[in-house]
């Protein structure tokens, strides 16, 4: 019981040697990453490529999400919310953000998606509020994108594909909303504020900053996800073809209604068509 109040109550102080390491290694990472999702966004067979309306969603939603984000949410949400007790472990201020995040999701479905949002926002953010690193802290917002992209790249397009069930968008939705908050969460305590900004946490500090993140990110973007695709038929009436109980083969639930095909011309008769 002594270790264990001991190991929660220990900073972690690395050398400024290993600080680098890291956070170098996590520019290095962010970089592969981006190279393997533009790769499936750009050449992949998989995905369609980006159009401009995919570029211009994009460019909404990152708005959407800054407003929210510094605005919203961090001036009169979270304060009214923190006061609720658990409130800030379960991240309840981020449920609209995972909400506008899934909507976009839903809306492009392609890889890229998620990153490229993400950092439209972070750098709206350091344009209106300043940083004290400029693109050095780039990296905060690339690694809440960057995880997941590489899911979304891993499901080969499963992710709000054909045939995508109600409980797959659930678990897709979990699975995003965790890799978005669990490593942004772990690596800036671990290594962006101490290398940056030379503030360290504990052990224990790391761990509920991390599961918390995890946890509260995850159960929103699930609750989001298929609340996130109506919006996204709204939004894109081309994504609304509802899905077709057959015993054939999948139909793509977001394809387009096939038109209607015409009738034997006037004058004919079924024999002469």
Sequence with gaps: MGTAMVLSNHTI??????????YWGVWAFCIIGIGIVGWAALRSKRWARWTTQDILIVAALGVLLEVYDNIIGDQFLKPLLDVIPGADLLQLHDLPYMFLLMVGVALIR?????TAMVFVNFLLAQLLFGSGHGALDWTD??????????????????VYGPGATRWSMIVDGLMIGLLRGAPNAFL???????YLNSIYYTLYQMWVDTWSNALGNGVEAAISATLALRVARSVVPSLGAGRRKTAGPA????????????????GQTAGEA
């Design 110 to 114: 392609k890889a890229g998606c998620v």
């Design 141 to 158: 917002g690339l690694t809440q994108g960057i995880f997941c992209d590489l899911y979304i790249v891993a499901r080969r397009g499963r």
């Design 188 to 194: 800036t305590d671990w290594t962006f504020d101490p």
């Design 13 to 22: 102080r690395l050398s400024a040697a290993w600080n680098a390491f890291w």
């Design 251 to 266: 139909v793509d639930p977001f394809a387009e209604e096939p038109e209607p095909s015409a009738g034997p011309a006037a």
